[in-house]
């Protein structure tokens, strides 16, 4: 289910910094699970930061050196969007398959990076301090970090998304949609929150038994 929840995030100077950890993040949510279908651009290190935290080194066959260097699982998906450019303009665009049969990726990620570039501008429209070159920039690193946790927060609980509304069982002429969050659409709560309710709640963490 698309349920658009933000459930990770990193701050760095540069992708491959940052790539690691963020796939640490996603892994935490689902430890047991596949890597989530992914697409980038050439620049980025989500698909070496994918290999290293999901994959897995083969069992040794009895014949030659043992392997050593984690592999891919059969049901990844990912690609990389390359764009090349000259004078500001798009010349051309180029589609790379990263690990998976290559109709089923293309197919489920559709060859394109928009839906990452979209929650960048929501992000820099929510968040000043991401904003190119202005004076909002942050001072702090902390700062930083706290505002984008908090935006990520409003995002997840008090914004609804129109692809994620459902019909109503007894639609009337008033209201024929029930509007949803992101987090109502994955389960975690049943209601749209306010900001004040969202700064307010303190939430306590599932323990398992041990």
Known sequence: MDSRLRIG??????????????????????????????SSDEKGAYPEAMLATWGKIPEYGDRGAPPKLPKPGKNWQSLQVIKKRKGGKLESVRIKIVYGDPKEVKAKLECHTSY????????????????????SFAKELRLLKAASALKAAICNF???????????????KQARWQQRSPAMADGLTDHLWTVQELLTVVLVPLRANT
């Open 158 to 172: 008090t914004r609804s998304v129109r692809t994620l509304r459902v019909e109503l069982p007894y639609p009337s």
């Open 116 to 135: 990452v570039e979209r929650t960048h501008l929501t992000s820099r429209t929510m968040n000043g301090r991401l904003v190119r070159k202005t004076l």
């Open 9 to 38: 995030r990193a701050i760095g100077k540069s992708e491959e910094e940052i790539a690691p950890e963020l796939m640490e993040q996603v892994k935490m949510h689902a430890p047991d699970e596949n890597p989530p279908a992914l």
